[in-house]
């Protein structure tokens, strides 16, 4: 159906602009991907009807301010400075906020997402404060004392990882957080192994799981898992389960 091309089409669309924490094409590509989503999701109920001549409608005031659309928003949002902070370009993440703060008035679509990312978070509560926190330390930059870098560097993989599988932008924000991931194993493979618990048994185990050259889920899952002995993570049966069957190939 024309409605079913549209919608990959639009979500490719916006697609680079997440995985690259590109501003200016998310903010391109924004509302017509708010516009693609509401009308899909009107079809599907009943509530509206194929245009003639194929065009997708605009929204209009009243959609821009609705739950769904403020929904999609969010995740659109989320997880375009998820991205952001993987680089750590605070930036990105400034320049989409203005653009459409100026596109929308500061009640913009999805405006609430950007707090996670802005704001200061006392005590993380949700899974949305456990990335915010780790993302505004790699947006700006905040150093982590070796001794405690591998660990926290675990930590906000498993949050990532956790957040970016409930997103439509689950890809998008995968590839950057295991190019990242790597990243930092390789540097605490270098530089960090004095600070591993049991080293003579989990730096072989850190070289083998480097060794995939896949960036991919598996490979996150894969770090998580036979990396938590390293920092003395424990892992209960569920968790253990969990990162397992992920990283299965």
């Known amino acids: 159906m024309l409605d079913t091309t549209e919608l990959v089409k639009r979500k490719k669309a916006i697609n680079m602009g997440v995985v690259?924490?590109?501003?200016?094409?998310?903010?391109?590509?924004?509302?017509?991907?708010?516009?693609?989503?509401?009308?899909?999701?009107?079809?599907?109920?009943?509530?509206?009807?194929?245009?003639?001549?194929?065009?997708?409608?605009?929204?209009?005031?009243?959609?821009?301010?609705?739950?769904?659309?403020?929904?999609?928003?969010?995740?659109?949002?989320?997880?375009?400075?998820?991205?952001?902070?993987?680089?750590?370009?605070?930036?990105?993440?400034?320049?989409?906020?203005?653009?459409?703060?100026?596109?929308?008035?500061?009640?913009?679509?999805?405006?609430?997402?950007?707090?996670?990312?802005?704001?200061?978070?006392?005590?993380?509560?949700?899974?949305?404060?456990?990335?915010?926190?780790?993302?505004?330390?790699?947006?700006d930059a905040v150093p982590t004392p070796p001794p405690l870098r591998a660990k926290e560097n675990w930590a906000t993989a498993l949050r990532f990882l956790e957040k970016a599988r409930g997103s439509n932008f689950a890809q998008e924000i995968i590839h950057p957080l295991a190019l990242w991931t790597r990243a930092r194993w390789k540097e605490t493979l270098e530089k960090g192994v004095a600070f591993l618990a049991h080293i003579e048994d989990n730096v072989p185990v850190l070289r083998e799981v480097l060794a995939e050259p896949r960036n991919d889920e598996p490979f996150v899952a894969a770090v998580l898992l036979k990396m938590a002995p390293a920092i003395e993570q424990d892992l209960s049966d569920e968790a253990s389960g969990f990162l397992r069957s992920l990283a299965r190939r």
Request: include cysteine; aromatic fraction near 10%; charge should be negative.
């Open 20 to 139: 690259f924490a590109d501003a200016n094409v998310f903010l391109a590509h924004f509302e017509p991907w708010l516009e693609i989503t509401a009308f899909i999701s009107a079809l599907r109920a009943g509530e509206a009807t194929p245009p003639a001549d194929g065009v997708t409608p605009a929204l209009t005031p009243q959609q821009l301010k609705s739950g769904g659309v403020g929904a999609v928003a969010t995740d659109a949002i989320f997880a375009f400075c998820m991205a952001a902070a993987l680089k750590s370009d605070r930036a990105a993440v400034t320049t989409a906020r203005n653009g459409l703060a100026a596109k929308y008035g500061e009640d913009f679509p999805g405006a609430p997402a950007f707090w996670s990312f802005t704001s200061p978070i006392a005590e993380a509560v949700s899974l949305e404060d456990h990335v915010g926190q780790a993302a505004q330390k790699l947006l």
